[in-house]
Structures are given as C-alpha cells and as structure tokens.
C-alpha cells in the first residue's frame, strides 16, 4: 500500500505513519466483514466507524479522534460529533434527540480546504480605524456536492443556480448545504481529525503555503497589525469584508467562504 507524505520532525512523521498505517489495517479487516454496497449519502453505506470525537462510542475497534468532545460548527450551525468511517463521515448534532446525522460519502466530497481563519476586523471606539483581534486557530470547510455537478467553485453563500444547472448540494433537513464547516481543535488533535476524516473521505486536503519571499523580495502575506506574516491580505468581496488566501489549488476568499480552483 502506497502512503503519503508527511510532514513535520522526525517524531511526527513517525506518528502520522504508524497512525495511517494503523487506519490502513481498520480498513482492512473491514473490508472482510461489511459487504459492498453502491455509494450513496446515507450513513447506512458508510461501513464501520474507524474514528470518533464521541468517546462513548469509542472503544474495541473504535478510536478517539478529539479529547475535547463535540466541535464547534459554522455550517450546519451547533456543536457536532464528528465519526470517520470507511467511506465516509457522519456529523452528530450534540444533545439533538433523534435528529437526522449529516452522513457524506466521499464520492461527495472533492475537497478539503483547511487554513488559518483571522478574527473579525473590529472597528475603535469613536474612530473609523479598524484593528485586528487575535487568530481564531484553523478551520476545517468540507466542499459538498453531488459527483459530476457544478463548476468546481465553492460558495459559503446559496446561490441561484444557472439554468438547466443541477443543484449539487445535498439535502439536509429542511434546506440544502454544500459546504460544512468545523473549528478544529487546536495543535495535534486537528491534525489528526483532518487526516482521519480526509482518509475516509478519499479527498485531497489543501492548505495555503507558508508566506515565501520572490526572487524580488515581495511576500504574499498580511502586514496588518497583529497579523503581520499571516498567509492572507484584507480584501473585499461585493459588499463583504474579508480576507484572501492563496492555494497552490486556487484562491480562497473568507468570508463568506468562495473558493475558486485553478
């Protein structure tokens, strides 16, 4: 079996290896025991959990994917578990009784797009000035949408479909989503939930490079206070005022999240 690369020390390479390593042989043995089925987006063609941030329903079989429990979510609004299995993820809204999961297959899932989100431009008291707070860490977004739909583009933002365009996003409860987005929890645990769920999913996972310098000596990176050296510059989009980041993939406007590949 062919495994990717990875980054980081020594130390760390080691881990991400043996960790992958050991979701290879979860698979594995999983393939024994769950019988083929066509792929869909219900949690019921899935296969087993191999991860999950609910430790009551970890244990044997099943891993821990997060200490800190239910993530913060963006899109769908609240507090979600989130469980990796074989062909797919299930979101788990926190205290919801018997409400529907959000199940994804991969074959829904073209991408994987995780950056450093900035907080809020904030204006001073009693002046026009606007001042950056602190970083909120980094946040996970989920490109959802039926296999074969759409131009490739990301919108955080429902649209109007062109006509004679099929709506890719996926129904769920009484509207439609096409993207999901989670807080990750902060230092290795969101490494490790990115790398749980992208492998379920079969998606590449992309990121924005480390500001680098050019031959002429210009960066691509924030020079704003408090954020100076961060991978993104301020920027609008219409009316909103947000932040761009750029791929090696395409360019991502945040927010409400746009993201357009190459």
Known sequence: TRLPRFGGDGGEKLAAFLEEAALIARRAVAAKTVSAVPPGDGAGNLGPVLFSTDAA???????????GGALRCATPRGKFHVAALTRGIVLTKEGSGDAAPLAIHGTWCPR??????PAPQQSSSGSKKWTPGPDRGSVAVFHVRAPGSGDGVLYGKPRKSKKDEADGRMSYLKGKIGLVVVHLPPGE??????????S??????LSPPAPARSRNGDVFASSCEGHAGRPYLQCHSGVDCGVLYLFGEGILFFKPIVFIPR
Do not use: N
Not at 57 to 67: D, I, K, P
Not at 112 to 117: G, I, M, S, T
Not at 200 to 205: D, E, I, N, Q
């Open 57 to 67: 329903e970890c244990g044997g079989e099943v891993a821990l994917l997060s200490a």
């Open 112 to 117: 994987v797009v995780v950056f450093p989100a």
């Open 189 to 198: 645990g969101g490494k490790k939930l990115v790398r749980a769920v992208s």
């Open 200 to 205: 379920s999913l079969g998606a590449p996972v």
